[in-house]
């Protein structure tokens, strides 16, 4: 879990510098932003899918249940 967060990090911080770039003109690739964008999105839902499960099978849940 920690890797994927950081993994999470690490992609918006690229994700800002290409858009920075990009606005200044210097970005080579404006495609690099859109496998991005689509890269992060696919981590931030398996990220989201982890903790939801990790929630649901929690003790305290299945407790009250």
Request: hydrophobic residues 30%; without cysteine.
């Amino acid at each position: 879990n920690e890797e994927l967060i950081k993994k999470v990090n690490e992609n918006k911080h690229e994700l800002f510098d290409l858009r920075l770039k990009q606005s200044t003109g210097s970005l080579e690739k404006p495609s690099q932003i859109k496998n991005l964008r689509k890269d992060l999105s696919l981590l931030t839902g398996y990220e989201e899918k982890i903790f939801t499960d990790e929630f649901v099978n929690s003790d305290d849940v299945q407790e009250a249940l």
